[in-house]
Structures are given as structure tokens and as C-alpha cells.
């Protein structure tokens, strides 16, 4: 928290991060050839393509346009909340560390695809840290339900998909930003 506000009338981080994955994900209507620039590619990692860590969140690799719908009301919704909770900063940690996580073990797990949901679900385990938290102005039964987020994480890791992780190290940033950051 730190001298800002964290409650924000237009949740304008979850907003730009939409605008920009749309803004992405809608540039396959005339090729491939952004999406193919910005997605997970282990071989151009591997050649120092180190942006592969981070732009696949610009671009949706769904073909559906219902999951991409479903994908981008969630992720509002995860966002939006996020910063009824944390400052900006404090927001863009989680954030960030779910990207690069979740696009880290997506270049093994599912290479050549890409999508934001990750680097929400980074946010996600930021607000399970915080309902976890004692004396959190939670309800007792969303203490227990974020408590569960992280034995599901695991296995949802060990399972192959890419947003257990995600989910974690979103956990573990905002737990350690709070514990660390004066108030």
C-alpha cells in the first residue's frame, strides 16, 4: 500500500491489460504473423528470444471465440477485484510474476500457445494471500477456500497445466510484498 490508495474507482490496470491482449488477439484476423512474434516459441527461447516470457500474454492462442469471451469476462473480474485490493505496484507484482511464471513452464508444458489467463491467475494467488492473512476482513469461508488454492495449484502443476504455478508464485509475491512493505 505504501502512500496510494487501493481502492480505485476505474480499475485501470485490468483495463490496459485487456485493451492490450484484445488489441493483440484481434490482429489474427489478418495472419499469423503477430501472433506467431509474440507467443511461446522454446526454440527462438532458446535463441534469446527472451520477450517470449512475457508477450504471449498480448494474444489469445484460443480458437474459440467463446473461450476467448470466457477468458477475457474472468480475467476482468479477477483484475477488477485485484485492484479493489492492492495498490497498482502491488497489483503488477502478482501480475507480472504470473505471466513470467506461467509462460516459463508453458514453453515445456504447451509450447506454441499464449494467453493472459496466466498472469491473472498470478493475481488470483495474490488475493488468496490476502484472504489467507490473519485478520483479513474476509468471511471465514473464503479463508478456507483460498487455504485450498494451494494444494489445488500443485496438482494442478503436476498435472500439466500451466496456471497452478502461476498461482503460487502470485501467492508468494503478494504475501512477501505485504510482510515486507511497510504500512
Not at 10 to 26: D, V, W
Not at 40 to 60: A, E, F, N
Not at 101 to 113: K, L, M, R, T, W
Amino acid at each position: 500500500m505504501a502512500g496510494e490508495s487501493r481502492a480505485h474507482s476505474f480499475p485501470l490496470l485490468t483495463a490496459a491489460a485487456l485493451a492490450l491482449s484484445a488489441a493483440g488477439t484481434l490482429t489474427r484476423l489478418a495472419g499469423t504473423g503477430v501472433f506467431d512474434a509474440l507467443r511461446r516459441d522454446p526454440s527462438g527461447l532458446r535463441r534469446g528470444q527472451l520477450w517470449r516470457l512475457i508477450t504471449p500474454v498480448l494474444v489469445q492462442s484460443d480458437r474459440s471465440h467463446v473461450v476467448v469471451i470466457e477468458v477475457f469476462v474472468l480475467c476482468a473480474v479477477v483484475g477488477a477485484i485485484g485492484e479493489r485490493v492492492f495498490a497498482r505496484p502491488e497489483w503488477l507484482a502478482p501480475y507480472l510474476t504470473g505471466a513470467l511464471v506461467g509462460h516459463g513452464i508453458g514453453e515445456a508444458f504447451q509450447p506454441y500457445q499464449s494467453g493472459m489467463s496466466v498472469a491473472f491467475a498470478g493475481i488470483l494467488g495474490g488475493l488468496a494471500a490476502e484472504a489467507s492473512r490473519p485478520g483479513a476482513p474476509v468471511p471465514k469461508v473464503l479463508r478456507v477456500e483460498a487455504a485450498l488454492l494451494i494444494p489445488l495449484a500443485i496438482i494442478d502443476t503436476a498435472l500439466r497445466d500451466i496456471h497452478g504455478a502461476p498461482l503460487l508464485g502470485g501467492f508468494v509475491v503478494a504475501y512477501l510484498w505485504r510482510e515486507l512493505t511497510p504500512v
